[in-house]
């Protein structure tokens, strides 16, 4: 008998959900064979057997997501015991427990949070009338505050003590903030406070107002939202696969690397033109041409002419890695979240192979089939959210890359040529960079660059 621990099929891969299974228990399986698929935080990935023999026991259910090397699959491989398979699957099906995860630490944005029991609150300490700053804003005494033998007889731990007559209410304020309570006739001692030691500050009288003219509406309003709704009135969506992996390295380089954008408005007419012309020759006959292929172009030759763009900071060494090949991510949009596999070495390809890897890579996006190897090693990104009509954004950078570009959307605009305005077909470009690798003027350079080659597409000739 032999069991198929779940392996790692990517670069640091903790887990992944079983999508589907192939097999049954009971099935013949071959060497190679594909058993079961599984989503990992990059893709769907199907895993062959590396075992001969009849399937004994599935042992993670559809849906279910298992840790990297916890048993998956048992296979009948005719080296145990002599007990038929069937029984032999049925002993493992009634003696399979559930292996609960390894308790985490959960991160947060700093350090690992506060442990349990850690943090306990400091007693107030009495003022010299016995009433404590908040009692005081509020007219009332505080337990806290009271001496357990102060308190009346048959009085519950916790119950409020007598109300305090009013000249003998503290209130802490500022003359400032008196003088305008004054003003506005606010009554201070029937404010909380919020300053230091629960005193009063200027917002609080302020907040008052507010609330005195909006009390009507508040009130509707919590007698709407205090409505009991319905089940189906909302949707909870398990954050998993992709979408974890996203949200993760989204918030680990939002909050490691300094993020920099610059925006650059930029005449596409010519670049247009040239898609259309581009379309109608033999070598695209049979490859999608869009304004994408030609800003893909205008990128790479940026990176080239501007090397530190597509560079990255390795922290452990305490080093700037510059990255001679440019492995180009394209952010696409799936059914099963963002992702943004790169075109290997593609600064080595012609304007054909170009146009031809970029179609292949969203082909193979849409219909689910991405690879964890296509996903990594990328230098540098460009996302289009242009096709979604929008003009502009500020990326966050891809981890492990110090730069990506926000393409927008190409539209009709006024614009000046030679003095006259006229109607132009017109984008708006975005380079968000780590600060950190990039400077001002580097970033400033590369996203000019890449401007005036959607400018004028013969520079692409002149600088490549």
Same mark, same amino acid.
């Given at each position: ?60 259910? !559809? ?180 979408? +974890? ?7 680990? $380089? ?26 109608? /020759? ?40 510059? +990255? ?13 979240? /963002? ?10 390809? $012609? ?18 089939? %991405? ?9 540098? %990104?460009? %996302? ?40 132009? +077909? ?28 959607? !400018?004028?597409? /013969? ?6």
């Amino acid at each position: 008998m032999k069991e198929f621990r779940l392996p790692d099929v990517g670069e640091g891969l903790t887990e992944a959900e079983i999508v589907r299974w192939h097999v049954k228990v009971g099935d013949p399986v071959k060497v190679n064979q594909t058993i079961v698929e599984i989503e990992t935080a990059k893709a769907v990935v199907e895993l062959p057997c590396p075992f001969e023999g009849v399937v004994a026991a599935l042992m993670a259910d !559809e849906g279910e997501t298992v840790d990297v090397g916890r048993p998956i699959i048992s296979v009948d491989d005719g080296a145990g015991p002599g007990a038929p398979v069937a029984e032999r699957s049925a002993a493992l099906a009634d003696d399979m427990v559930p292996v609960p995860p390894a308790e985490v630490r959960q991160p947060v944005l700093v350090g690992y949070g506060v442990k349990p029991g850690a943090a306990k609150r400091r007693p107030r300490k009495p003022s010299p009338s016995g009433i404590s700053p908040a009692g005081a804003a509020t007219g009332s005494r505080s337990p806290e505050a009271v001496p357990s033998e102060a308190m009346p007889s048959g009085a519950r731990e916790g119950d409020a003590g007598p109300a305090a007559p009013p000249t003998s209410v503290a209130v802490l304020a500022k003359p400032p903030v008196r003088k305008l309570a004054r003003d506005l006739g606010i009554d201070l001692t029937a404010l909380t406070g919020t300053g230091p030691h629960g005193s009063i500050t200027r917002d609080d009288v302020q907040a008052a107002i507010g609330a005195a003219t909006s009390g009507s509406h508040s009130a509707a309003v919590t007698r709407e939202t205090s409505r009991p709704r319905p089940a189906e009135d909302e949707e909870r969506i398990p954050i998993r696969g992709v979408r +974890k992996a996203t949200a993760q390295a989204m918030v680990a $380089s939002a909050f490691t690397a300094p993020h920099v954008t610059e925006f650059l408005q930029v005449d596409m007419t010519e670049t247009m033109e040239a898609v259309r012309r581009l379309r109608g /020759l033999p070598d695209f006959a049979e490859i999608k041409v869009s304004p994408l292929l030609l800003v893909a172009k205008a990128v790479l030759v940026a990176a080239r002419r501007h090397p530190m763009i597509n560079s990255v900071w390795d922290e452990a060494r305490q080093e700037i890695v510059v +990255k001679h090949h440019v492995n180009l991510g394209i952010a696409a949009a799936t059914p099963r979240g /963002l992702l943004v596999p790169n075109v290997k070495d593609a600064h080595l390809l $012609s304007l054909p192979g170009l146009a031809g890897a970029l179609g292949a890579l969203a082909e193979t996006a849409r219909a689910g089939r %991405t690879q964890p190897a296509d996903m990594a090693g990328g230098t540098i %990104t460009i %996302t289009n959210v242009g096709v979604f009509g929008v003009d502009a954004g500020t990326p966050i950078l891809n981890p492990g890359e110090s730069a990506i570009l926000a393409f927008g959307q190409v539209r009709d605009m006024p614009w000046v040529v030679d003095g006259q305005v006229v109607p132009r +077909k017109v984008c708006t470009l975005a380079v968000s960079f780590d600060h950190r690798v990039v400077d001002g003027e580097i970033g400033s350079l590369f996203l000019r660059d890449v401007g005036a080659m959607l !400018e004028d597409p /013969l520079r692409m000739l002149a600088w490549a």
